[in-house]
């Protein structure tokens, strides 16, 4: 278990490195993406059924891999015990590219909500 969460947060903080290169490339003001911060809420009736083992592991990359062709980024996701429902966060330019992106990986979306981060140490 702890080796398919280390692979997939280190496939999703390369991610983010290759969108951030990405996005410096972009010399004009015409062509800059501005990438927001969104809560995804998704149902899964039959509850949703990764395997902790390499297949899960390639499962999540080809999402990832896949989400970045409309420059979305998949941060982390939050699922209910029950696996029915997750609360995932993305970095993404629009709650449009994360429903492009969730329509080609075949995953629900109910509801999208643009978030910003509280940190309680902030307040120090």
């Not at 990764?50 to 979305?72: F, L, Q, Y």
């Not at 029950?82 to 330019?93: G, Q, R, S």
Request: aromatic share 10%; glycine share 2%.
């Amino acid at each position: 278990m702890k080796k398919f969460f280390l692979i997939l947060v280190s496939f999703v903080m390369a991610s983010v490195f290759v969108m951030d290169i990405h996005a410096q490339d972009k010399t004009s003001e015409q062509n800059k993406i501005v990438i927001k911060r969104y809560l995804v809420e998704r149902t899964f009736p039959d509850g949703l059924n990764i395997p902790v083992n390499t297949e899960g592991s390639e499962i999540c990359m080809t999402v990832v891999s896949t989400n970045a062709e409309d420059n979305v980024t998949w941060i982390h996701s939050y699922v209910t015990m029950d696996k029915k429902k997750t609360f995932c966060i993305y970095d993404a330019p629009s709650p449009d590219a994360i429903r492009k992106a969730a329509d080609k990986n075949g995953l629900p979306v109910d509801n999208i909500v643009e978030v910003s981060v509280l940190d309680p140490y902030f307040y120090k």
